[in-house]
């Protein structure tokens, strides 16, 4: 109100008194200026050609500032015009020049407050980062150093000469990731390559201890065959437990060296198959043993067994030996016209396990004898248990193969009246054939129905 007189009448009291008032409090210029002949006041404002400019905007009616951003770093003063009149009659205009030193200090205070925001969440996020980090790492470090520190103890280190079964590990790319992480790939590689050179070392030896052994132990009965014949009558009977003792070590010697091989870790490669047509191997035992039990006086027969394409993740010699084993020990242990019943199945897969796990394979032995007493059954895997005169290693070999192929054995009453042994071994996925199930039997095995039979 008091431009808009100045600028129309020319009356200078209000509006200098006013001018100056403002001046003394914030120190900025004011320059009034109208288009009615009054002459222009200035109150310490110098025109130049910025001010011309704002001059310029406000007669044509426009508010406006030559600031677009405000920012800390900027000194030149602001220039803010404002149009004086009514509607479209613009009588004059106000130019005000304002000092910005104060709004950039609180904007500069603003921005240093949200710096210091930033920095302060980065240093926490960084340190919760650490901390986890090294939460998350930490047990990579010890279980490095507890593999290196068992690898120490293994009487083979992975450094000192190549695998002489050529299964050597692949090596473990190492090239990136945190240091712990690759420290411990480095480690796991070296600990793998350090139980490849213990597990050829372990082969190695039952195969040098088996030369060894063998070689005395054929002479010493070479010889005995040798002086029976020529032995006086008297020392017959003492030639004849030499030679018997002697057929004995020859078992027990057999014996130990395939205990010592079941319970030698299984390594992949080196050109033997993983796993074996369960049915091929049943049917190829049954019938290599039908004339043996014939000529003891019992029967063998296959019970169920499914698809011929069936395949189980065991080497085809592990589950022939303990094939042989279980068909030895039942016509030798279950007594007089016993019938052994060998079967397969295949098992439904167990609640609340992944479906991508594999199904197991059953396979059973059973036999009509006399059966093992019930208090009996938890040790008869333990070694040098013997319900008869061997040596007692063959179910202790059938459990090292079992657990080998990451199986189970399992023994109980049967419902034949003997015993009953039961073994799950994983099934391989290479064989999934659906072909219908057939039962077969072999020389030996009588022809009849094993239903019939059970009690």
């Known amino acids: 109100m008091i431009a808009e007189q100045y600028v129309t009448t020319g009356e200078l009291t209000g509006l200098q008194l006013e001018a100056d008032s403002y001046r003394t409090v914030y120190g900025d210029p004011v320059l009034v200026v109208s288009t009615r002949g009054i002459a222009d006041y200035s109150a310490g ?12 905007r406000g007669l044509r009616n426009e508010r406006s500032t030559d600031l677009d951003r405000l920012t800390p ?3 030149d003063p602001v220039l803010f015009v404002r149009p004086v009149g009514t509607g479209a009659q613009v009588n004059g205009a106000v130019v005000i020049e304002a000092s910005t030193l104060d709004a950039r200090g609180d904007i500069l205070r603003g921005w240093l407050v949200i710096a210091a925001g930033f920095v302060l969440a980065m240093a926490m996020f960084v340190a919760l980062s650490l901390a986890l980090g090294r939460w998350v790492l930490s047990p990579l470090s ?14 083979f280190r992975g450094d000192d000469s190549p695998s002489a079964s050529g299964s050597r590990p692949r090596s473990i790319d190492n090239g990136g990731g945190p240091p712990e992480i690759r420290s411990l790939a480095r480690t796991f590689g070296s600990l793998m390559d350090s139980v490849v050179g213990a597990v050829d070392s372990q082969e190695r030896l039952v195969a040098e201890t088996a030369h060894q052994l063998r ?12 002086l029976s014949a020529d032995v006086p009558d008297r020392l017959s009977d003492d030639m004849r437990i030499i030679g018997a003792e002697a057929e004995r070590l020859h078992v027990i010697l057999d014996e130990l060296l395939s205990y010592a091989s079941a319970h030698t870790p299984a390594l992949p490669g080196g050109g033997v198959a993983e796993d074996c047509g369960v049915n091929a191997v049943l049917l190829d035992r049954v019938d290599f043993w039908s004339l043996v039990v014939r000529e003891r006086g019992a029967q063998i027969e296959i019970g169920s067994e499914p698809d011929h394409e069936t395949r189980v993740r065991i080497r085809e010699s592990d589950l022939t030996q303990i094939l042989d084993v279980l068909f030895d020990n039942a016509t030798k242990h279950a007594g007089d016209g016993v019938r052994i019943v060998a079967g397969v199945a295949i098992l439904p897969p167990r609640r609340g396990l992944d479906d991508r796990e594999p199904s ?3 396979v059973t032995v059973e036999d ?9 059954l938890g040790s008869l895997t333990d070694p040098f248990v013997s319900t008869g005169h061997g040596a007692g290693l063959g179910l ?9 192929a990451n199986g189970d054995i399992r023994f109980d009453r049967s419902p034949l009246g003997g015993l009953r042994v039961q073994i799950t071994l994983p099934r391989s996925p290479q064989g999934l054939s659906s072909a219908p199930a057939r039962s ?7 022809v009849a129905d094993p239903a019939s039979d059970r009690p």
């Open 45 to 56: 404002m110098n025109v130049d050609e910025r001010v011309a400019d704002a001059i310029a």
């Open 73 to 75: 770093f900027r000194s």
């Open 142 to 155: 010890s279980l490095a150093s507890s593999m290196r520190e068992f690898e120490t103890k293994l009487p």
């Open 215 to 226: 070689n005395p132990l054929t002479a010493l009965q070479f010889r005995i065959d040798m």
């Open 360 to 362: 197991r394979i059953l």
């Open 368 to 376: 009509t004898g006399v059966g093992v007493e019930a208090d009996a």
């Open 396 to 404: 202790s070999i059938v459990a090292a193969l079992i657990r080998r």
């Open 440 to 446: 077969a039997e072999y020389l030996g095995a009588t």
